[in-house]
Structure formats: C-alpha cells, structure tokens
C-alpha cells in the first residue's frame, strides 16, 4: 500500500523548477499504475481505481505532446489540461477510499482513515477553482493543506496495510523486476516521442504560397532603392512607393551578428515632408528546424504590410503577403520610461518555416518617425526616428512551448543593426555626430 501512497505524493507535487513540474506528476502516474496492478482484483472499487490509473498514464503522454505544441501558449488549455487530470486523480482517489472502505466493512473493522482521501479530492477541486478564479492566497493556503492532508493519506495507507488482508491480490503481477522496467522503458520512450512530435508535427501547416511575380523597377532604383531590394517587391508595392522623391538606404550605427543573416532598412522621403519606411531582411535556411523571428523596435505602430519571400533548391521563388493583423507587440521593459513606450515600441514578426526554402527574405512597409523637438522642446521641421532590428533564430525543438516574447527573453539575436534617420539628405553619421550641435 505505501506504493500506492508514493504515486499519490508525486502526483500532488508541483515544483516549477528543473521540469519537475511535469517530471514529478508523471513518475506519479506511472507508480499509481503499477501498484494498483497488484489491488485490480480486490474488489471492483480497486478495479476501477486501477482503469483510471491507466487512463492518468495515457493522459500525461498525451499532455506532454500537447505541452510541446504552440497551442500550449493559452491560458485556457493550460486549464483544460489541469482540469482533465484532476478529474482522473480524484477518480482514483474516491475508488480507492470506496475500495478500503469496503475491506473495512467485510473485515468488520472501523473505516479507519480513508476520509483523508476525500479531503485530497476537496483540496484539488478547490486548488483547480482558485486558479480559475486567479486567487494566489486560496492557492497559498491549499499549499499547507496538502502538507496535512498528505499526512492523514500517508496514515491511511499505513493503517490499511496493517489492519487489511488482502486475500486476492494478483500476486503474478509484480511491482518491481524486468517487466515493470520494459513498461517504464516504454513509457519514457512515448513522451519523448510525444514532445518531438508536438515541437515537429503539431505547429501550423506550411503557408499557402504563391509563384515569384517579377517586377522590377529600374525607377526605383535610380532614386536610391537597393537593387536586391527593388527584385522583391510586388507590383502593388512598386506603384505606392512611386510617390516617394528619394530613397536612402540608411548605414547602420551598430551591426553585428551571423554572415549568413542581412537586413536593410531603407527611408523613401516624399515632397510633403513625410516618409515611408521599409525594412528587407534575408537569411540562408540552414537551420531548417529553427523559427526564425525578425524584431523591430522603434516607431512601428505604423506597419501595414509586407512580403515573404521564399528561394527554394531548385531555384525557383514562392512568396505569400504578411498579415500585419499577425505583427505581435513586443513586451515593455521594467526599466522603460515614458518616453521610451511613446517611441520605442516593439514589434515581433515570426517566419512560417519551409524546409525545402534554401533563402528566405521578404519586407516590411510602415510610416515611421517622428518630429523632433528641438532644445526649448518645441516641434522642430525635422522629422526623424530610430530603427533597431534584430534577428533571432529560436529553437524549434522546445518543452514546453514558449511563446516569441517567451523565447526572446531566453535566447540572444543571431543578428542586430541599429539605424538613426531624418528628414535631410545629410543623415545622422553615428561616427562624426556631436550632441552639441
């Protein structure tokens, strides 16, 4: 019986540290199972108690996969999932106490302590009811709860072992020897292949893409437009951006990071003192099991639209429009003041991987800027902003799932470059600009 009472522990254990979070719960499962093997032919309380030991073992296979997914990221399935093994845990929980409850009763002997198992299903729909109800001091007080209710099961257990005997136990089911190890072997086995499959096979299906229309502009060009750059734009693009008189490909003031990894950022100006923005990025697909996320902070309220542009083996380019519905905002810092939400707000784009793609690049349209004040802090007719862009490629193969702001905060760019603009043929030169002027 102290087996059983093992599982129950590690079942109830939660430390959100080393994945003991998920490695604890599912050792517990797996103990539950095995020890109530030897009960299953008690009686048919202990019978049941063991089919939903098995259906908890199933389950954290099952949640570990799901875990590995992005579907992970919701605050709802995160309930869901919590949800489904409290429900399995209390099922083994309420047949065991009716199970001992029996054996009691036949054996003309008080029900001894079997209530404490009752009192661990109360202390789990009331932990799983303060966590939808988002109250941290329920979740404190059940926490020193479970200490004593762990204690009354324990001397549950204990007692029932002394007091009971159990007179058909399946005693040619072991708890311990080779057989146990082959099915702990394969229980291992089946989460790793349920959280590869999860982080491979459970993310969003390749884009829909569409062929590469060409359609290059040599006007572009002559008015500044990078030649790599003009090859990628869209017919649609090539005619908004007409409106622009100049363009200026912005040297950046910090760039640094991976060879393989490119990104330009260039500033068309108009003759009505306004400017439209474009960022193109590109990066050779070698790691083809990463997710590549582009990062831009700055003003960046402004993105509208964009492109993706994909170079596969064989030579031939597919793209597919960006949804700026899709363009995440990055998280504030702690440390940011309010002039720093007003003007450097952030904004994440992640790249829909395709495998076969040997280059992968596109870009980005916005409005961007603003005037500058001068030093008595009036609008001067200056316009201009501050573009930082860095590119990240996040591991793919993760668990759990972490959310891109989640990952950014774990991992370091695999390339930066930082751009200072403004309205004047004379741009910002980070090398020669004196603060004084």
């Known amino acids: 019986m102290n087996g059983i009472f093992w599982g129950i522990l590690l079942q109830s254990l939660s430390l959100n540290v080393l994945y003991l979070n998920y490695i604890l719960p599912a050792a517990g499962a797996m103990v539950l199972y095995l020890h109530l093997r030897k009960f299953s032919q008690v009686n048919e309380a202990f019978r049941k108690a063991f089919r939903f ?7 954290q296979i099952l949640s570990f996969g799901f875990c590995a997914t992005r579907l992970a990221g ?19 929980l309420l047949y ?4 001992l409850t029996d054996e009691y009763q036949k054996a003309g002997m008080e029900t001894g302590s079997s209530h404490w198992l009752i009192w661990l299903v109360v202390l789990k729909a009331a932990t799983y009811a303060a966590l939808l109800a988002k109250l ?13 209710i762990l204690i009354g099961v324990y001397c549950c ?15 040619e089911v072991p708890t311990s020897g080779q057989r146990p190890l082959v099915l702990c072997a394969t229980y291992v086995c089946a989460i790793l292949l349920a959280i590869i499959g999860g982080a491979f096979f459970g993310q969003p299906g390749a884009p829909e893409l569409l062929p590469l229309e060409t359609a290059y502009s040599e006007e572009l060009i002559a008015r500044g437009m990078p030649r790599e750059v003009a090859a990628c ?13 100049y363009f200026q490909q912005l040297q950046p003031y910090e760039n640094y990071g991976s060879a393989d990894t490119k990104v330009i950022t260039v500033a068309g100006f108009t003759d009505y003192d306004q400017y439209i923005t474009l960022v193109w990025f590109s990066r ?11 990062t831009l902070e700055g003003d960046t309220s402004g993105i509208y639209k964009g492109r993706f542009i994909y170079t596969q083996s064989d030579g031939k380019e597919v793209c597919r429009d960006i949804d700026a519905s899709k363009i995440g905002n990055l998280p504030i810092p702690e440390y940011a003041d309010e002039f720093y939400e007003e003007y450097f707000p952030g904004a994440y784009l992640e790249i ?3 495998r076969s793609a040997k280059k992968v690049s596109g870009y980005l349209l916005f409005d961007a800027g603003q005037y500058m004040e001068d030093d008595e802090g009036d609008l001067s007719e200056e316009v201009g902003g501050q573009i930082d862009a860095a590119w990240y490629g996040l591991k793919r193969l993760q668990f759990p799932y972490l959310s891109v702001p989640q990952a950014l905060d774990r991992q370091a760019y695999s390339s930066y470059a930082g751009y200072f603009y403004a309205l004047d043929e004379n741009f910002y030169d980070i090398e020669t600009w004196d603060d004084s002027e």
Request: proline share 2%.
């Open 136 to 148: 941290g001091v329920v979740l404190l007080v059940a926490s020193i709860a479970l200490i004593v």
């Open 96 to 99: 065991l106490q009716s199970g």
């Open 352 to 354: 829909p991987a395709l």
């Open 157 to 171: 257990f204990r007692d029932a072992g002394k007091k009971l005997l159990f007179k058909k136990p399946a005693q």
């Open 74 to 92: 919701s605050d709802t399935a995160l309930l869901v999932l919590i949800f489904i093994e409290t429900v399995l845990l209390s099922a083994v």
């Open 53 to 59: 030991s098995a259906a908890l073992v199933l389950y």
């Open 233 to 245: 734009l869209s017919k649609e693009d090539i005619e908004l951006l007409k409106g622009a008189a």
């Open 284 to 294: 050779d697909n070698k790691k083809q099991f990463s997710r590549d996320v582009l």
